[in-house]
């Protein structure tokens, strides 16, 4: 198995830009979470779907982030206009309902906006 | 929501010795508890968890106890080695529609040989 793969691993944009981040999640899992890592605030949790449905986007920082799950196998993380204040590492993780709670992680995208 | 304490913030031991980090969480409706170990420029894996129906779970050199009544579970590594050395994330499932993980802020393990 894979695992989780996100890319691209690493996006230096200019503030103002879209940014787009992809996931791809294991194999047969049903629930997919976004995930941002800074050093002031820690992981947090963005948004998550179950079966391509998102049901908890009150991590959401502000309308400028959005997120899609067009099918079982990618996700879409997208921050339009970017700023600097969204320079962190964000993870996509997956899981299944038969193990809840019990979450894969990808490898991150490490962004950063000038 | 979910609030989770994590400490200490950085623990430095001996090649050899024993560590162990603790969590507290406040929802007495969380029933399951995963340990992260997170190494530089990775995500985060999952390297043992505990369900709320369980008191301890031993993996080899790692173990996790569960105390519910107080609220609080615990990682204990064995015999550390210098591989052990990462940042470790301690987490709290709710469930029932909030189906995210919270997070503790993380100690950073340091392995001195």
């Known amino acids: 198995d894979a695992g989780v793969i996100q890319s691209p691993r690493h996006e230096v944009t200019e503030m103002g830009q879209e940014v787009t981040l992809r996931c791809k999640p294991i194999?047969?899992?049903?629930?997919l979470f976004w995930y941002r890592q800074t050093m002031m605030r820690g992981l947090e949790l963005l948004i998550y779907?179950?079966?391509?449905?998102?049901?908890?986007d009150s991590g959401m920082p502000e309308d400028r982030f959005s997120a899609k799950m067009p099918n079982a196998s990618f996700s879409t993380l997208k921050i339009q206009p970017s700023e600097p204040r969204d320079s962190a590492v964000y993870f996509c993780?997956?899981?299944?309902?038969?193990?809840?709670?019990?979450?894969?992680f990808g490898p991150g995208t490490r962004l950063t906006v000038l | 929501g979910e609030n989770v304490e994590q400490h200490p913030s950085t623990l430095s031991v001996q090649e050899g010795d024993s560590a162990v980090i603790k969590c507290t969480y406040s929802?007495?409706?969380?029933?399951?508890f995963p340990w992260y170990k997170q190494e530089l420029g990775k995500g985060p894996q999952l390297i043992i968890d505990i369900r709320s129906n369980v008191g301890e779970k031993k993996d080899q050199r790692i173990a996790v106890t569960l105390n519910k009544t107080a609220k609080h579970f615990s990682l204990h590594i064995t015999e550390t080695q210098p591989e052990d050395s990462a940042v470790y994330f301690c987490?709290?499932?709710?469930?029932?529609?909030?189906?995210?993980?919270?997070f503790g802020k993380g100690t950073h393990l340091i392995i001195q040989p």
């Open positions: 993780a997956s899981s299944f309902d038969g193990a809840p709670g019990e979450q894969f």
């Open positions: 194999s047969g899992h049903n629930s």
């Open positions: 779907f179950n079966n391509n449905v998102p049901i908890d």
């Open positions: 929802d007495s409706a969380s029933n399951y």
């Open positions: 987490a709290v499932y709710s469930g029932g529609g909030a189906d995210g993980l919270t």
